[in-house]
């Protein structure tokens, strides 16, 4: 959670570099928080229009790019390289690949290490 947390409030912060860690758990919980909205919207509230979803998917929208464009840093890759998910197939499997891969070691243009903090 304490992840999930850190990625909210730098909300906006589309520098420095984040971990694997920080991505994925933050990647984790956006599913489970995605699901159990869905369900709601469904069963409980017997909405048509799943509007809780999409008012926290829209809500959220921001702090998921910031990460993962501290992400891209991360490797030493630009942020556009987000860009490339909208290629069909091939730009989602290569950004997967991309945010799979190990940090780059020591500083890099983007910041400092976040395995050295």
Same mark, same amino acid.
């Given at each position: ?5 850190? %990625? ?29 909205? %869905? ?5 409980v509230l017997r909405?048509? !229009?799943?509007?809780?979803? !999409? +008012?926290? %998917? ?8 910031? +990460?993962? !464009? ?19 197939? +091939?730009g989602g499997i290569?950004?997967? +690949?991309?945010? !799979? ?17």
């Open positions: 959670m304490n992840w999930y947390l850190t %990625a909210l409030k730098k909300y906006c912060d589309f520098s420095g570099r984040a971990r694997r860690r920080e991505y994925w758990l933050f990647q984790l919980f956006q599913m489970i928080a995605l699901i159990v909205l %869905a369900v709601l919207d469904q069963v909405q048509a !229009v799943p509007i809780l979803t !999409v +008012v926290y %998917a829209l809500g959220t929208i921001l702090p998921a790019w910031g +990460v993962l !464009v501290r992400r891209l840093h991360d490797i030493g890759r630009s942020g556009w390289w987000m860009l490339i998910s909208c290629v069909p197939l +091939v290569i950004l997967f +690949v991309f945010t !799979v891969m190990d940090s780059q070691q020591g500083d890099n243009q983007f910041g400092a290490s976040p395995k050295a903090a």
